[in-house]
Structures are given as structure tokens and as C-alpha cells.
């Protein structure tokens, strides 16, 4: 049987052989053991498909969406929440100042004045658009992804990457935008050699798990989570 190489290209392991369905859903089933958690959980965001709850998830992929590590952003979302500006009511009221105090107590001071104006400004859109509910954005596009990601540009800070991010986390929430992955998820599928096809990696896991394993396959395409150990540990147990 030929041995595992490895690649020119990185730690995706090169077998020498087509790998089997069954193993793509080991490896799925360890990616999800070691990293199940999606962003919006590790922001303390009790995802719903409630008003207040899906605002907080539009504030965190606002965040996410600049040129900053991931883990800043979940931590600037943390302190935004902890300061109670968990409404887009409670956002607009907030001060600017207030805004950029509690991004600056998550780190997230490269853009922490700009992010302050993008956030009121947004919070406004949300009220005056929305209601401060995104579930009429949700009803107005009927649930299709592209009319999603349209209306979600329209936020101040949200271009193509933070809609993407949204859609994907909202998923595990509207069932109807499912399998949502986008780019990043599926460059994380191709280091792990699974398919890069949202529909193919949807059969791997059951479809209430498929937003946690998109959340997980980013984590592979950042680097925060490595591609060798998960296949290895993939390999062990099969």
C-alpha cells in the first residue's frame, strides 16, 4: 500500500490512492470534534432566529470582515455585548466614544474609530429598514442566498466577505440558506482534501452540523487550526 506524502504545497496529506467517502466523514467528524464551535458561539452569541440575536451576528461579521485576526474580532464582539449593546436600539444610543472604548477593551484598535461610525450608522439602517429585525431582510429575499448577500451589503462595513461570513453563521439558524460555504470554507476543504463543493460536504455531516463544520473549515483556511493533525488524527481512527 503506498505511504502517506506530503505535499510541495502544504500539510495536506497525499495518499497515493482516492480516499473513500467514509474516510472524508472521519475527517469531518475529528475537524468538528477539535473545532466545533462556530464564531458566533465563541462571540457568546446565543444564535436564534430572533431580532436581537441575529443583530448581534450582523455586529460580529462587521468585525470579522476587516483586515484584523478573527480572534480579535470575536473579543471586540464580546466587550461590545458585555457593555449592552446588543440591540441595534442600544448600539444607535450608545456614544461614539463609548463605541470605540469598548472595541479598544477587545484590542481592536486599528480600526476601532471607524468601526465606531460603521456600527451607529449601521445600527440606524437596521431600525430604519429593518425594524431592527433581520428577519424581514431574511422574508424580503425569500431566503435566496443572493438576494441575502445584496441587502446585507447595504450595511456600512458589510461588502462580499462580511455577508459571506453572516450567511454562513445564520445558517445553523435559516435552514433554507443551507449548505451555505463560502470561499475561505472551501479552500479549508481543499487542504483537507474534502470536496469542494458545499453540496458534497453537506453529505458529510448531518445538516444541522453543516454550519459548524463551514465555521471549522475556516479555521483550517486561517491556519488556526492545522490540516496535518486533523487528517492524522483522521487516519488513527479509521
Known amino acids: ?10 500539510d495536506r496529506p497525499q495518499t497515493g490512492y482516492p480516499r473513500q467517502m467514509g474516510d472524508d466523514r472521519t475527517v469531518a467528524r475529528v475537524l468538528l470534534d477539535r473545532r466545533g464551535r462556530t464564531y458566533a458561539e465563541e462571540a457568546g452569541i ?8 441575529l443583530y448581534q451576528l450582523l455586529v460580529l461579521a ?5 483586515r484584523i485576526r478573527a480572534q480579535v474580532a470575536v473579543a471586540a464582539a464580546r466587550e461590545l455585548f458585555a457593555a449592552g449593546y446588543r440591540t441595534p436600539q442600544a448600539m444607535e444610543a450608545a456614544s461614539w466614544q463609548d463605541r470605540v472604548d469598548a472595541l479598544g477593551r477587545g484590542h481592536y484598535r486599528r480600526y476601532d474609530e471607524r468601526t465606531s461610525t460603521m456600527l ?3 445600527a440606524r439602517l437596521c431600525l430604519d429598514r429593518w425594524r431592527g429585525d433581520l428577519r424581514r431582510l431574511h422574508r424580503e429575499a425569500d431566503g435566496d442566498p443572493a438576494g441575502l448577500r445584496r441587502r446585507l451589503t447595504e450595511f456600512p462595513g458589510i461588502g462580499p ?3 459571506d461570513i453572516f450567511l454562513r453563521e445564520a445558517q445553523t439558524v435559516w435552514p433554507d440558506v443551507r449548505p451555505y460555504a463560502d470561499r475561505r470554507a472551501l479552500a479549508g476543504a481543499k487542504r483537507l482534501g474534502l470536496p469542494a463543493s458545499p453540496d458534497r460536504l453537506a453529505g458529510l455531516v448531518g445538516a444541522a452540523e453543516f454550519g459548524r463544520l463551514a465555521s471549522a473549515l475556516v479555521r483550517v483556511a486561517l491556519g488556526e487550526e492545522s490540516a496535518g493533525e486533523v487528517s492524522r488524527t483522521a487516519a488513527g481512527a479509521r
Open 161 to 163: 466577505t462580511g455577508a
Open 62 to 66: 462587521t468585525l470579522l470582515s476587516t
Open 1 to 10: 500500500m503506498p505511504q502517506p506524502q506530503r505535499s510541495a504545497g502544504g
Open 120 to 122: 451607529g450608522t449601521g
Open 46 to 53: 446565543r444564535l436564534a432566529d430572533r431580532p436581537a440575536p
